[in-house]
């Protein structure tokens, strides 16, 4: 499986998960600074609400007044954890399969802006691989919760949502059955070229519940995998490791 990048049954609460904490050039930051995190762990599966931007009721988020600096064309990664005070080896159930994402939105004030609506574009995608019949949650578990994320070196200088996204499909065998767990955190891009304004969509939008990657039996898992949402067309596939 080669993870996409833009350049320029098993008990159900297990599965939940939270995207917890951000790293940064070099630094770890503390669970929940400049992420708006939810005390509850559970998913969104109504793909045309308003919460499946940066998550929300049934799981209010607390608001973050930090931004943490970000350098375009490097490496961040989004630290996922069952609950906010759970371990590496307590990320997501293993037994629930799905792709990972993330998203980001250039916005004026990272702090206040909710997210929802249009300006969302896609910079990372890890699905299904056939061949070894593993998937994008597979390899966040077993990178104790460790979601890699390029931000893209062609991008404008500014302040950005970053979404990072895992959705479970153990339950997609039917309409609103997959479960989409998000986060957005509070990001300011530096040292960016400016070479390129990406396509955008819009969350709620870029999803539907029809979508042949959330309406889909993978028990067991024939052929190949779409993932769903929309990718911009500049983009490179490269190898995991």
Do not use: C, W
């Given at each position: 499986m080669r993870p996409a990048l833009l350049i320029c049954a098993v008990p159900l609460a297990a599965a939940h998960t939270i995207f917890v904490q951000l790293a940064?050039?070099?630094?770890?930051?503390?669970?929940?600074?400049?992420?708006?995190?939810p005390s509850y762990d559970g998913p969104q599966t109504d793909v045309t609400s308003n919460n499946l931007a940066c998550n929300g009721p049934p799981n209010p988020t607390q608001p973050s007044a930090k931004i943490i600096d970000v350098t375009a064309g490097s490496n961040v990664t989004a630290i996922w954890r069952h609950t906010l005070t759970s371990g590496a080896n307590d990320v997501m159930d293993a037994g629930h399969k799905g792709p990972v994402m993330a998203y980001m939105r250039k916005v004026t004030d990272a702090t206040k802006d909710t997210g929802v609506g249009g300006g969302w574009f896609k910079i990372m995608e890890q699905g299904y691989n056939s061949k070894t019949s593993i998937w994008g949650t597979d390899m966040v578990i077993n990178n104790a919760g460790k979601q890699v994320i390029t931000i893209p070196d062609c991008l404008e200088d500014g302040q950005?949502?970053?979404?990072?996204?895992?959705?479970?499909?153990?339950?997609?065998?039917?309409?609103?059955?997959?479960?989409?767990?998000?986060?957005c955190a509070q990001i300011n891009v530096t040292g960016g070229k400016g070479a390129q304004n990406p396509a955008t969509y819009s969350?709620?939008?870029?999803?539907?519940?029809?979508?042949?990657?959330?309406?889909?039996?993978?028990?067991?898992?024939?052929?190949?995998?779409?993932?769903?949402?929309?990718?911009?067309?500049?983009?490179?596939?490269?190898?995991?490791?």
């Open positions: 940064a050039g070099g630094k770890t930051y503390d669970v929940q600074y400049a992420i708006r995190d950005y949502l970053l979404r990072a996204e895992m959705i479970a499909l153990h339950g997609a065998r039917s309409v609103n059955g997959a479960q989409l767990y998000m986060e969350i709620p939008g870029i999803y539907k519940s029809t979508d042949p990657g959330l309406l889909i039996n993978i028990y067991p898992m024939k052929g190949e995998y779409t993932i769903p949402g929309t990718f911009v067309q500049s983009l490179q596939a490269l190898p995991m490791d």
